[in-house]
Protein backbone atom coordinates (compact mmCIF):
# COMPACT_ATOMS: atom_id res chain seq x y z
CA UNK A 1 0.00 0.00 0.00
CA UNK A 2 1.42 3.13 -0.86
CA UNK A 3 2.50 5.65 1.73
CA UNK A 4 0.81 9.20 1.64
CA UNK A 5 3.79 12.06 0.64
CA UNK A 6 3.70 14.49 3.78
CA UNK A 7 6.98 16.58 2.31
CA UNK A 8 4.45 18.91 0.94
CA UNK A 9 2.67 20.45 4.03
CA UNK A 10 6.12 19.86 6.06
CA UNK A 11 8.05 22.51 3.62
CA UNK A 12 4.81 24.92 3.94
CA UNK A 13 4.85 24.79 7.72
CA UNK A 14 8.76 25.79 7.11
CA UNK A 15 8.79 28.75 4.87
CA UNK A 16 5.41 30.02 6.47
CA UNK A 17 7.79 29.91 9.93
CA UNK A 18 10.64 31.31 8.34
CA UNK A 19 8.78 34.53 7.09
CA UNK A 20 7.43 35.17 10.28
CA UNK A 21 10.65 35.14 12.06
CA UNK A 22 11.36 37.75 9.12
CA UNK A 23 8.82 39.90 10.02
CA UNK A 24 9.23 40.36 13.27
CA UNK A 25 12.54 40.81 13.40
CA UNK A 26 12.37 43.12 10.15
CA UNK A 27 9.64 44.99 12.87
CA UNK A 28 11.95 45.19 15.50
CA UNK A 29 14.44 45.97 13.96
CA UNK A 30 12.45 48.98 12.77
CA UNK A 31 11.11 50.03 16.18
CA UNK A 32 14.54 50.17 17.64
CA UNK A 33 15.43 52.50 15.00
CA UNK A 34 12.88 54.79 15.51
CA UNK A 35 13.11 54.08 19.42
CA UNK A 36 17.19 55.46 19.23
CA UNK A 37 17.88 57.74 16.75
CA UNK A 38 21.01 56.99 15.14
CA UNK A 39 23.95 58.87 16.75
CA UNK A 40 27.16 59.51 14.11
CA UNK A 41 30.56 59.27 15.80
CA UNK A 42 31.44 62.57 17.37
CA UNK A 43 34.41 64.32 15.73
CA UNK A 44 38.04 64.44 17.63
CA UNK A 45 37.70 67.92 19.10
CA UNK A 46 41.20 69.39 19.18
CA UNK A 47 41.94 72.28 21.79
CA UNK A 48 43.49 75.14 20.03
CA UNK A 49 46.86 75.98 21.78
CA UNK A 50 46.70 78.71 24.14
CA UNK A 51 49.27 81.63 23.15
CA UNK A 52 50.75 84.03 25.38
CA UNK A 53 49.52 87.80 24.83
CA UNK A 54 52.25 90.17 23.50
CA UNK A 55 54.10 92.07 25.60
CA UNK A 56 51.97 94.72 24.61
CA UNK A 57 48.98 93.18 25.92
CA UNK A 58 49.68 92.10 29.12
CA UNK A 59 49.96 94.13 32.39
CA UNK A 60 53.25 96.00 33.07
CA UNK A 61 54.80 94.88 36.37
CA UNK A 62 54.87 97.57 38.93
CA UNK A 63 57.86 98.69 40.20
CA UNK A 64 58.65 99.23 44.14
CA UNK A 65 56.19 101.60 45.73
CA UNK A 66 54.23 101.49 42.84
CA UNK A 67 53.89 102.84 38.76
CA UNK A 68 55.71 101.64 36.21
CA UNK A 69 58.32 105.09 36.04
CA UNK A 70 61.12 105.60 37.61
CA UNK A 71 60.61 109.13 38.68
CA UNK A 72 57.13 109.30 38.74
CA UNK A 73 55.49 111.27 41.26
CA UNK A 74 58.57 113.41 42.14
CA UNK A 75 60.23 110.34 43.18
CA UNK A 76 63.55 110.71 45.04
CA UNK A 77 66.37 107.63 44.84
CA UNK A 78 69.09 107.08 46.94
CA UNK A 79 71.49 104.28 46.65
CA UNK A 80 73.94 102.33 48.34
CA UNK A 81 77.20 101.78 45.91
CA UNK A 82 79.77 98.98 45.60
CA UNK A 83 80.12 95.21 44.93
CA UNK A 84 79.87 91.45 46.54
CA UNK A 85 82.17 90.29 48.56
CA UNK A 86 84.59 93.10 50.06
CA UNK A 87 84.02 96.53 51.08
CA UNK A 88 86.85 98.25 48.51
CA UNK A 89 84.91 99.27 45.96
CA UNK A 90 81.84 100.87 48.34
CA UNK A 91 79.78 100.66 51.50
CA UNK A 92 77.67 98.13 49.41
CA UNK A 93 80.12 95.37 49.90
CA UNK A 94 80.45 96.03 53.67
CA UNK A 95 77.88 93.20 54.76
CA UNK A 96 75.00 90.81 53.88
CA UNK A 97 72.52 92.76 51.31
CA UNK A 98 69.69 92.76 54.19
CA UNK A 99 72.06 94.73 56.91
CA UNK A 100 73.39 97.12 54.23
CA UNK A 101 69.55 97.32 53.23
CA UNK A 102 68.48 98.52 56.79
CA UNK A 103 72.04 100.61 56.42
CA UNK A 104 70.57 102.04 53.31
CA UNK A 105 67.15 102.99 54.88
CA UNK A 106 68.55 105.11 57.33
CA UNK A 107 71.18 107.35 55.70
CA UNK A 108 68.36 107.97 52.97
CA UNK A 109 65.61 108.84 55.62
CA UNK A 110 67.46 112.60 56.56
CA UNK A 111 66.59 113.05 52.64
CA UNK A 112 62.45 112.48 52.87
CA UNK A 113 60.23 115.62 51.74
CA UNK A 114 56.57 116.40 51.74
CA UNK A 115 55.82 115.44 48.34
CA UNK A 116 58.77 113.55 47.49
CA UNK A 117 58.51 110.16 48.46
CA UNK A 118 61.19 107.51 47.90
CA UNK A 119 62.42 104.60 46.37
CA UNK A 120 66.22 102.64 47.54
CA UNK A 121 68.53 100.90 45.17
CA UNK A 122 71.85 98.75 45.32
CA UNK A 123 73.69 99.75 42.76
CA UNK A 124 76.04 96.70 43.01
CA UNK A 125 79.09 96.47 40.60
CA UNK A 126 78.75 93.04 38.70
CA UNK A 127 81.83 93.65 36.01
CA UNK A 128 84.72 95.30 37.86
CA UNK A 129 87.89 96.01 36.44
CA UNK A 130 91.47 95.12 37.15
CA UNK A 131 94.66 96.07 36.77
CA UNK A 132 95.59 92.56 34.96
CA UNK A 133 94.48 91.48 31.67
CA UNK A 134 92.59 88.31 33.45
CA UNK A 135 92.23 85.26 30.88
CA UNK A 136 90.31 87.08 28.52
CA UNK A 137 93.03 90.30 28.43
CA UNK A 138 90.30 92.09 29.11
CA UNK A 139 91.08 93.81 32.31
CA UNK A 140 87.78 93.30 33.61
CA UNK A 141 86.23 90.15 35.42
CA UNK A 142 82.27 89.43 36.45
CA UNK A 143 81.38 88.91 40.51
CA UNK A 144 79.62 85.81 40.44
CA UNK A 145 75.86 85.13 38.99
CA UNK A 146 75.49 83.62 42.39
CA UNK A 147 75.95 86.78 44.43
CA UNK A 148 73.97 88.74 42.06
CA UNK A 149 70.88 86.55 42.18
CA UNK A 150 71.93 86.82 46.16
CA UNK A 151 71.20 90.72 45.63
CA UNK A 152 68.41 90.43 43.72
CA UNK A 153 66.36 87.95 46.35
CA UNK A 154 67.24 91.00 48.90
CA UNK A 155 65.62 93.71 46.22
CA UNK A 156 62.41 91.60 46.25
CA UNK A 157 62.31 91.28 49.64
CA UNK A 158 63.29 94.81 51.19
CA UNK A 159 61.40 96.28 47.62
CA UNK A 160 64.47 98.13 46.36
CA UNK A 161 65.66 98.52 42.71
CA UNK A 162 68.96 96.90 41.32
CA UNK A 163 71.31 98.89 39.40
CA UNK A 164 74.01 97.01 37.45
CA UNK A 165 77.21 98.73 37.35
CA UNK A 166 79.36 97.93 34.58
CA UNK A 167 83.28 98.55 34.73
CA UNK A 168 84.10 96.87 31.53
CA UNK A 169 87.94 97.29 30.74
CA UNK A 170 88.92 96.82 27.58
CA UNK A 171 85.56 95.42 26.40
CA UNK A 172 82.65 97.42 24.73
CA UNK A 173 79.67 98.44 27.19
CA UNK A 174 77.31 96.61 24.90
CA UNK A 175 79.44 93.46 24.70
CA UNK A 176 79.56 93.74 28.41
CA UNK A 177 75.55 94.24 29.44
CA UNK A 178 74.95 91.64 27.38
CA UNK A 179 76.31 88.61 29.77
CA UNK A 180 73.51 90.31 32.33
CA UNK A 181 70.57 89.98 30.10
CA UNK A 182 69.16 87.24 32.54
CA UNK A 183 69.48 89.71 35.09
CA UNK A 184 68.08 92.65 33.16
CA UNK A 185 65.24 90.90 32.44
CA UNK A 186 63.84 91.53 35.64
CA UNK A 187 61.43 94.10 36.06
CA UNK A 188 63.14 96.00 38.92
CA UNK A 189 66.68 96.06 37.38
CA UNK A 190 68.47 99.02 35.79
CA UNK A 191 71.92 99.82 34.05
CA UNK A 192 74.63 101.95 35.28
CA UNK A 193 78.05 102.69 32.67
CA UNK A 194 81.27 103.61 33.84
CA UNK A 195 83.35 105.50 31.33
CA UNK A 196 85.72 105.96 33.84
CA UNK A 197 86.56 102.11 33.32
CA UNK A 198 86.12 101.77 29.69
CA UNK A 199 89.69 101.53 28.15
CA UNK A 200 91.34 101.89 25.08
CA UNK A 201 93.22 99.12 23.73
CA UNK A 202 96.47 100.55 25.12
CA UNK A 203 95.16 101.64 28.26
CA UNK A 204 94.83 100.24 32.13
CA UNK A 205 92.63 100.89 34.75
CA UNK A 206 93.55 102.79 37.28
CA UNK A 207 96.20 104.30 35.28
CA UNK A 208 94.28 106.50 33.36
CA UNK A 209 90.52 107.65 32.96
CA UNK A 210 88.65 106.34 30.50
CA UNK A 211 86.34 107.44 28.15
CA UNK A 212 83.39 106.36 25.59
CA UNK A 213 81.48 107.36 22.61
CA UNK A 214 77.74 108.44 22.28
CA UNK A 215 77.59 106.15 19.46
CA UNK A 216 78.55 103.36 22.45
CA UNK A 217 76.05 104.58 24.65
CA UNK A 218 73.39 104.78 22.46
CA UNK A 219 73.97 101.21 20.80
CA UNK A 220 73.93 100.10 24.52
CA UNK A 221 70.61 101.78 25.77
CA UNK A 222 68.94 101.13 22.83
CA UNK A 223 69.42 97.20 23.23
CA UNK A 224 68.23 97.97 26.87
CA UNK A 225 65.25 99.83 25.75
CA UNK A 226 64.26 97.12 23.19
CA UNK A 227 64.80 94.35 26.10
CA UNK A 228 62.17 96.34 28.47
CA UNK A 229 59.56 97.05 25.27
CA UNK A 230 59.36 93.07 24.16
CA UNK A 231 59.25 91.81 27.54
CA UNK A 232 56.61 93.84 29.08
CA UNK A 233 59.04 95.49 31.11
CA UNK A 234 58.24 98.65 33.60
CA UNK A 235 60.74 101.82 32.80
CA UNK A 236 64.45 101.06 33.38
CA UNK A 237 66.86 102.93 35.59
CA UNK A 238 69.73 104.04 33.03
CA UNK A 239 72.74 105.79 34.39
CA UNK A 240 75.47 107.53 32.69
CA UNK A 241 78.96 108.09 35.82
CA UNK A 242 80.49 111.28 34.61
CA UNK A 243 82.81 113.83 36.77
CA UNK A 244 85.13 114.90 33.76
CA UNK A 245 83.50 115.89 30.41
CA UNK A 246 86.30 114.49 28.62
CA UNK A 247 84.83 111.07 29.89
CA UNK A 248 81.64 111.49 27.42
CA UNK A 249 83.49 114.00 24.90
CA UNK A 250 80.31 113.71 22.61
CA UNK A 251 77.91 113.49 25.45
CA UNK A 252 75.15 115.87 23.40
CA UNK A 253 74.98 112.99 21.15
CA UNK A 254 73.34 110.59 23.62
CA UNK A 255 69.58 110.20 22.93
CA UNK A 256 66.87 109.46 25.25
CA UNK A 257 64.89 106.43 25.10
CA UNK A 258 61.37 105.61 25.37
CA UNK A 259 61.23 102.78 28.24
CA UNK A 260 64.59 104.13 30.02
CA UNK A 261 65.07 106.84 32.40
CA UNK A 262 68.15 108.74 31.33
CA UNK A 263 70.28 109.67 34.64
CA UNK A 264 73.81 111.62 34.34
CA UNK A 265 75.40 110.67 37.51
CA UNK A 266 78.08 113.03 38.75
CA UNK A 267 80.88 111.26 40.66
CA UNK A 268 83.27 113.75 41.64
CA UNK A 269 85.03 113.98 45.32
CA UNK A 270 86.67 116.35 47.64
CA UNK A 271 85.57 119.48 49.26
CA UNK A 272 81.60 121.18 48.90
CA UNK A 273 82.69 123.91 46.75
CA UNK A 274 85.16 121.34 44.45
CA UNK A 275 82.01 119.35 43.94
CA UNK A 276 79.84 121.83 43.18
CA UNK A 277 82.13 122.74 40.70
CA UNK A 278 82.58 119.60 39.01
CA UNK A 279 78.83 119.63 38.96
CA UNK A 280 77.96 122.57 37.60
CA UNK A 281 81.02 121.98 35.28
CA UNK A 282 79.45 118.49 33.64
CA UNK A 283 75.78 118.83 34.24
CA UNK A 284 73.21 118.48 31.94
CA UNK A 285 69.97 118.80 33.22
CA UNK A 286 68.45 119.35 29.86
CA UNK A 287 69.32 116.05 28.90
CA UNK A 288 69.17 113.48 31.52
CA UNK A 289 67.84 113.31 34.91
CA UNK A 290 70.61 114.49 37.27
CA UNK A 291 72.38 111.84 40.07
CA UNK A 292 74.94 112.88 42.55
CA UNK A 293 77.71 110.88 45.01
CA UNK A 294 78.66 111.45 48.78
CA UNK A 295 82.08 109.45 49.68
CA UNK A 296 82.25 108.37 53.06
CA UNK A 297 85.61 108.52 53.46
CA UNK A 298 87.07 110.90 50.16
CA UNK A 299 84.62 113.70 50.87
CA UNK A 300 85.78 117.06 53.13
CA UNK A 301 83.20 117.28 55.28
CA UNK A 302 80.59 115.56 53.51
CA UNK A 303 77.24 117.67 52.00
CA UNK A 304 74.02 116.39 54.13
CA UNK A 305 70.42 116.52 52.70
CA UNK A 306 69.65 119.77 53.19
CA UNK A 307 73.02 121.12 50.96
CA UNK A 308 72.07 118.02 48.53
CA UNK A 309 68.30 119.21 48.09
CA UNK A 310 69.69 122.71 47.52
CA UNK A 311 71.80 122.25 44.68
CA UNK A 312 70.54 123.44 41.40
CA UNK A 313 70.32 122.14 38.85
CA UNK A 314 67.95 119.70 40.99
CA UNK A 315 69.27 116.29 42.09
CA UNK A 316 66.74 113.19 41.81
CA UNK A 317 69.39 110.69 42.32
CA UNK A 318 71.81 110.55 45.27
CA UNK A 319 74.22 107.66 46.11
CA UNK A 320 76.61 106.81 48.96
CA UNK A 321 80.26 105.00 48.02
Known amino acids: MEQPDHRGPVLFLV ?16 GEAEDVPRVEP ?15 ARPVPELPGGGTRIFAGNRFLVAY ?10 VLGE ?18 RPGLPMRHVYELIVTVADASPGPDGNYSHDIPRAEVRRYLRAAHRNHALLLLDVQPGRSGF ?12 DPWVGLALDPEWRMGPHE ?9 RAREV ?38 PRANLSMVQHVDGFGTRQQKLATYHHVARPRQFAMGFKLFYDEDVRRMGPRQVHAIRPRVRFVSFQ
Open 15 to 30: LLALVALIVVAWGAGR
Open 42 to 56: AAAVVEPPVAEPPAA
Open 81 to 90: YGTAQTAALG
Open 95 to 112: SDPDTMDRRLRRAAAPFR
Open 174 to 185: LETARRWEWALR
Open 204 to 212: VPGRTIGQV
Open 218 to 255: NRTSAWLARLATDRGLPEKLFVLHQFRTDMIPDVAGVR
